[in-house]
């Protein structure tokens, strides 16, 4: 019993913490000169991003962790 209760409240946790991550949209990409780069639209904010950078927000880094700074309109 008492490990059931256990793994209900680690599943509410990883729960928890998905609802919590910065959601990540990809709304361009982009290859040149063999580079990827994709536009990202996180919180309201647009940004642009190699690979690894995507990565690291789709793991729930926050642009402010990442140094990240916003994509202007060109």
């Keep these: 019993m008492a490990s059931s209760v256990t793994a ?31 536009r990202v639209l996180v919180d309201g904010e647009a940004y642009w991003v190699d690979e690894f950078r995507l990565s690291q927000l789709q793991q729930g880094l926050s642009p402010a962790e990442l140094e990240l700074t916003p994509a202007t309109d060109d």
């Design 8 to 38: 209900q409240k680690s599943k509410r946790a990883a729960v928890r913490q998905a609802l919590d991550r910065h959601k990540v949209y990809v709304t361009a990409q982009r290859f040149s000169a063999g580079a990827y780069s994709a």
